[in-house]
Structures are given as structure tokens and as C-alpha cells.
């Protein structure tokens, strides 16, 4: 029995298609595999950046803790530099005042012994 032309290009069509289905079949747990790891890549990602985001968020809470302290510390301290400004004009006033009375008093003591 000999093959046709024709039935010659029916067996070629159809062992194309065929083959199409084979390598695909055998494919499959690869391209599978590939998919998988691709997913988790996508899930390890967005986990990390939620992590980050939420030590970013507590980082800034903190910051702002900071802040906070850092203005409340730079007040007490504008006030104390105040305060300490205005006792040492009162100390000088005080000392001035003193040298003039001092001045003043010249010649009431004696500050010669023999």
C-alpha cells in the first residue's frame, strides 16, 4: 500500500499539530515553574515594601518625637539664657553700683597700718 499526495499532506498537517501538542505538554512544568517563581518574586517584593513602609512610618513618629523634645529643649533653654542674661545685668548693675559707692566714700578709710 502505497501513501497519496493527499493523504501524504493530511498526515504532515496533523503530525505538525500534533507535535505543537507534544512540545507544548512537555513545556508546561517549566513554563509552570517559571510562573511560580515570578509570583513569588512579586510576593517577597511587596512584602519587603511593606516592611520598609511600616519602619518608615515608625521612623517618622519617632522624628517627630524628636522634633518635638529638640523644640521643647531649645525654648527651656532660650529661657534660661534669658533668665542668666538678666541676672548678670543685675550682677553688673550690683557692681557698678559698689564702685561708685566705693569711689565715693575716698578718704573715709584708711588702709595704711604702721
Known sequence: MSIKPIDMHM?????????????????????LSSQIQNQQEVVIKKNLSKVRSAEA???????????????????????????????SKKQDNSRKNRIVD???QVGSKLDIRI
Do not use: G, Y
Not at 67 to 77: L, M, S, Y
Open 11 to 31: 498526515t504532515l498537517a496533523t503530525s505538525v499539530k500534533e507535535a505543537k501538542i507534544k512540545q507544548s505538554d512537555l513545556n508546561r512544568p517549566k513554563v
Open 57 to 87: 512610618k515608625e521612623h517618622a513618629r519617632i522624628s517627630k518625637d524628636k522634633i518635638t523634645k529638640e523644640q521643647q529643649n531649645a525654648k527651656k533653654r532660650r529661657k534660661k539664657n534669658k533668665q542668666d542674661s538678666e541676672t
Open 102 to 104: 566705693e569711689s565715693e
